[in-house]
């Protein structure tokens, strides 16, 4: 955390002025080359911007403008990492990420600029009397602000934590409830898992979502949005009907015609709860999930030994998300899988929430409570958008424990790409396995790589600098 002040705060902020003033006459203005603080604050329009910087902050490719998820497709079985790159994550797939890990630092602190820059908008909203914006405006920038953080100590607790099903004591993060503006603040202790989950339920209470909007924009912070964290959040402390409670407040939305159509321009339907847009400008290296969605010189690979794709009833002819897995010309082989697949203008949006998801977690959530027969008919509404003809399983008829598989395995064939299985494997306390290279009665073996109890391979370890200047991070 010795790399996050204000001083980095106001640059992301300034970036966001720069990028959004040069109009036709902005060479004919006299521009002012010094804004502080208090210049921010006086104008309606800097504050939109401040509260933009934050949005910046978050998408950063080193967090969740794409590394997310990478890191998480690397965690899960439905991909094979077939480099030694660090750069491309194959210490993520082995599960050996070190303190000095190459990937590490940099996703680490991308996490904590992004939640500074929200705690250092929103603690001045809060402070400030008489803002140019409405009070509703000021609220609603509060509550976004909240969002930003809450949802970064999310992804950052993915990673650094065992999960909360395994041990809900498990030490997690350090938090920072307050901005670090200045050395001397580098202190923070390691919260649990546990305690970071309740401090995010705490913050998006009812009047924090009654302050966001409602819907209209899927790329800023609204009520569905929180809804969907805060499900999210409950699913892991498997409170299955608060998890149902926050997934039926989601509304306004449907499910695409397409998976495709989220993928392709214009990169917006119905189904985007909350999406992160690019700009030539923002969109820096590579694709989101660059390496995994690379045709050629690729790295990540399909599993294609026991990975989703290898089952029946995922790999139908009739199944629509087959379009995205590609083969390699030069072995005839299926090898890898593309819904990034923009490589010279890649200006797809990123999605964190999507309809889908909501329908998803809500069958999951009514399985744990043994109403099987709404949980089947949310599992076929997503299921039959991608196979509405030839199916060889019929989902509507299933209970119990296959059910429970075809709820785990839908997810995992309509997320593929997006980092949704290597979470839900943590979500569940469930080891972490890769295909092995042998055969038994002529089925591919696989092989444990992390469990839950192992904090060292299971876990990523906190970045050397931060132990270095957090002495409570122990």
């Not at 993520?92 to 190459?102: A, K, L, P």
């Not at 009397?129 to 992804?155: G, H, M, T, V």
């Not at 329908?359 to 959530?365: A, D, I």
């Not at 949704?420 to 972490?432: H, K, P, T, V, Y």
């Amino acid at each position: 955390m010795n790399k996050i002040s204000y001083k980095s705060v106001i640059i992301a902020l300034l970036s966001v002025l720069v990028l959004t003033s040069c109009g036709e006459d902005f060479l004919e203005k006299n521009p002012k080359l010094n804004v502080t603080e208090a210049d921010i604050y006086a104008s309606e329009d800097l504050i939109d911007a401040a509260v933009a910087g934050v949005y910046t902050r978050f998408k950063s490719s080193s967090f969740a403008g794409g590394n997310i998820a990478v890191i998480f497709d690397n965690r899960s079985d439905d991909f094979v990492n077939t480099g030694n790159n660090t750069y491309a994550h194959s210490d993520t797939y082995n599960m050996t990420v070190g303190q000095n890990s190459i990937m590490n630092p940099g996703f680490f602190q991308a996490g904590y600029l992004a939640i500074n820059a929200a705690n250092t908008v929103k603690e001045n909203l809060e402070k400030r009397d008489n803002l140019p914006i409405s009070e509703a405006k000021r609220q609603q920038y509060i509550a976004s602000c909240l969002f930003i953080r809450d949802i970064s100590w999310y992804y950052l607790s993915q990673v650094y934590s065992q999960p909360y099903a395994y041990d809900p004591d498990s030490k997690a993060i350090p938090i920072h409830t307050e901005a670090v503006l200045g050395p001397g603040h580098n202190d923070a202790r390691l919260w649990t898992i546990g305690e970071v989950y309740d401090q995010i339920i705490s913050d998006l209470n009812s009047n924090t979502i009654a302050s966001l909007p409602a819907g209209g924009d899927p790329t800023i912070p609204t009520r569905s949005a929180a809804h969907m964290l805060l499900q999210r959040i409950y699913m892991a402390k498997q409170q299955w009907q608060d998890a149902i409670s926050e997934g039926e407040k989601v509304s306004g939305f449907s499910l695409s015609a397409n998976v495709r159509d989220m993928f392709d321009a214009p990169y917006h339907t119905a189904e985007n709860i909350y999406s992160l847009p690019f700009t030539n400008t923002e969109r820096g290296g590579g694709n989101p999930a660059s390496y995994i969605s690379s045709a050629v010189g690729y790295i990540d690979t399909l599993n294609v030994r026991t990975g989703i794709i290898t089952l029946p009833a995922y790999h139908l002819d009739t199944d629509s998300r087959i379009s995205f897995i590609k083969v390699d010309p030069a072995t005839g082989r299926e090898t890898w899988y593309e819904k990034y697949d923009e490589y010279t203008t890649p200006l797809e949006w990123i999605h964190i929430f999507r309809y889908a998801e909501t329908l998803l977690n809500l069958s999951e959530s009514y399985y744990n409570i043994g109403n099987y027969e709404k949980a089947a008919q949310l599992l076929h509404q997503v299921r039959s958008r991608s196979v509405p003809t030839g199916d060889i399983l019929d989902v509507t008829t299933l209970t119990g424990d296959k059910l429970r598989d075809a709820i785990y395995n839908e997810r995992r064939a309509e997320f593929i790409g997006e980092g949704i299985r290597g979470l839900d494997i943590s979500r569940r306390a469930e080891d972490f396995v890769h295909p092995a290279a042998t055969r038994t009665n002529g089925h591919w073996d696989t092989v444990v790589v992390a469990t839950p109890s192992d904090r060292t391979s299971y876990c990523w370890a906190l970045p050397s600098y931060e132990i270095l200047i957090n002495k409570s991070a122990n």
